[in-house]
């Protein structure tokens, strides 16, 4: 019971919180803000994937060049 009322209140100072600093308003700046982070992050995403694949790439050219040099030893 002790916890119920204890939630309540926690709840009731939540909400006064949230009324006393701008209530609607400062949750729509705040999320404007989000979404920018959000824009800003999905191009960051983007690029970590593009060079990803182009390292992976890289990777790849060597060391099937290492096998080809390797297997041409081994036949000489």
Same mark, same amino acid.
């Given at each position: 019971?002790? @916890? &119920?009322?204890? #939630? /309540?209140?926690? #709840?009731? %100072?939540? &909400?006064?919180? &949230?009324?006393?600093? #701008?209530?609607?308003?400062? /949750?729509?700046? &705040?999320?404007? #803000? %989000?979404? +920018?982070?959000?824009? =800003?992050? !999905? /191009? %960051?995403?983007?690029? /970590?994937?593009?060079?990803? +694949?182009?390292? =992976?790439? !890289?990777?790849?050219? @060597?060391?099937? =060049?290492? !096998?080809?040099? *390797?297997?041409?030893?081994? *036949?000489?």
């Amino acid at each position: 019971m002790i @916890k &119920f009322l204890f #939630g /309540v209140m926690v #709840g009731i %100072l939540i &909400f006064f919180f &949230f009324l006393w600093f #701008g209530g609607g308003k400062t /949750v729509k700046k &705040f999320g404007e #803000g %989000l979404t +920018d982070t959000g824009k =800003k992050m !999905e /191009v %960051l995403e983007e690029t /970590v994937r593009k060079e990803k +694949d182009e390292v =992976k790439n !890289e990777l790849k050219k @060597k060391i099937l =060049k290492e !096998e080809k040099g *390797s297997k041409k030893e081994i *036949s000489k």
